[in-house]
C-alpha cells in the first residue's frame, strides 16, 4: 500500500446526519450501509489512525480493526449516548493510542516538542482537509499555549496525562485540569462556531 | 465534586491508564453529569480527530468489507431476555438515560427523574456497561430478577422489578456470602430501582432473603436465591 495520495479535499465529512442513519442500518446488518459508511468516514479513520500510530502501515492496520468493531458493536450502538461518528472516532482513538503504547519504545521517540500538521517524518504527504479543519484550527487557537500542548500530546501523541505532566515539566494536578478545561473551551468554541 | 471528577478531560483523551480508567468508570456510573461532560468532551476530542481526515489506500475498503463479511455481529445488549420485561427494562433505561442528557444540559443537578418508578442510575449504568454479562434467575416465591456483571465497571446490579411485593412488614434483603459467611449487602426497599454493588470477589456467592422490616443482622430465612456472580 505505498500509493500517496496528494492533497485533495474530502467531501462529505460533515453529513453527520447520514452517518447516524447509516449505523441504524449497519446495526441491522446492512452490509451495503456498510459500505457506504466506510466512505463516509474511512479518511477521518485512517487519517487520525495515521497521526497516532504515524506509521501508514500500522495505520491502515488499526483502521481496518476500527472498522470491524464498527460492524461488530453497532447493534449496541447506543444514540442516546452520542452521536455515531464521535462514537468511531472515539474507537478510532482508542485502538491508535493502543497501538502506540504497545510499541512505544520504537514508536515514540524525541517529540517533546510536538510538530504540527503535516508530519515532519512524512514531508511528501500532505494532510487531507476536512470540513472541520479550519474549523478545529480556530478554535484550537482559542486555548492557552499550556491547554492545547497538553490535549495535543494526549490526543495526538498518545501520551498519558502523568506522561504529559513530566514532559512539559508541570504538576499532575495542573496537567489534568489544562485537559479538561482545554476540552472545554474546544467544545465551547466549537458549538458556537 | 470528587476530585476523580476533574479526570474528565484525560478520560475524554484516552490520557488515563488502564486501572484509573476504569476506576473513573466506576464513577460515571454514579455521577450522571460526568457522564454527559465526558461525551460532551469526547465530541470535542473526535472534531480534532476528524480534522486529520486523510484519504486511505485504496485497498483497504475492500479488505474491511471482506473481513466484515466473516465476522458475526454481536446482539444488541440484553437480547436473550426475550419476556416482556425486556422492553420495558430497556425503555426504562432509556428514559433514565434521556433524563439525564436533558436534566444535565439545563444546568439542573440530576437528583432523580421525576415520577414513576426506574432503575436507579448506577444500576442502569451496570445493564449499560459496554462488557456487560446478564442473565435471569427464578425465584423460589414465583419472581424473576435479571443480574447483571460488568468486570470493566467492576459492579454487579440486579434487576428485582419482577419480584412479588411483600407486606410493609418485610423486605427483601441481599447478602454477599464470602466462605460460607453472609454479610449484608443492603435492603430493597425499591424493588423498581433494583440494586447495584461492588463485584464479589470470585467464588463468593450473593442471595436474596425475605426479612421483617429494617432487615436483619444475619439472614433469618431460607434465600429466594443464591447466585454466583462469576458464573452470570
Known sequence: MASEPGLRLVHGQGSGGDIDALLTRVARGDSEAFGQ??????????????????????AEDVAQEVF????????????????????????????AVDAVRRNEADKRHDQHAVPDEPDREDPGEAVIL????????????????????????AY????????????LDRPLATIKTRMRDGLIRLRDCLQGA | MSDLHTLSGAYALDALSGDEAREFEGHMGDCASCSIEVLELREAAASMGASQALTPPPALKARVLAAAERQPQLPPLVTHLDDAGKKRRRRRIAIGAAAAVLAAVAGVTVTQTQGGPELSRPVAAVFHAPDVHSTQVRTSNGGTITVATSQQLDEMAVDTHQLPAL???????????????????????????????????HGAAVAITIEPAGGSRQPTSQPIVVLSPSRV
Open chain 2, 167 to 201: 407486606s410493609k412488614a418485610k423486605v427483601y434483603q441481599l447478602w454477599s456470602i464470602v466462605a460460607g459467611h453472609p454479610s449484608s449487602a443492603g435492603l430493597l426497599t425499591d424493588v423498581a430501582a433494583g440494586r447495584a454493588m461492588p463485584l464479589p470477589p
Open chain 1, 130 to 153: 476536512a470540513e472541520e479543519h479550519g474549523e478545529v484550527r480556530d478554535c484550537l487557537d482559542t486555548l492557552t499555549e499550556l491547554q492545547m500542548e497538553s490535549v495535543r500530546l
Open chain 1, 68 to 95: 470491524l468493531e464498527v460492524w461488530r458493536k453497532a447493534p449496541r450502538f447506543d444514540r442516546r449516548l452520542g452521536k455515531a461518528k464521535t462514537w468511531i472516532m472515539t474507537i478510532t482513538h482508542r485502538r
Open chain 1, 156 to 167: 495526538f501523541n498518545g501520551y498519558t496525562y502523568p506522561e504529559v505532566a513530566t514532559l
Open chain 1, 37 to 58: 459508511l466506510y466512505d463516509e468516514v474511512a479518511a477521518a479513520v485512517y487519517g487520525l489512525a495515521r497521526r497516532v500510530v504515524r506509521d501508514p502501515e500500522r
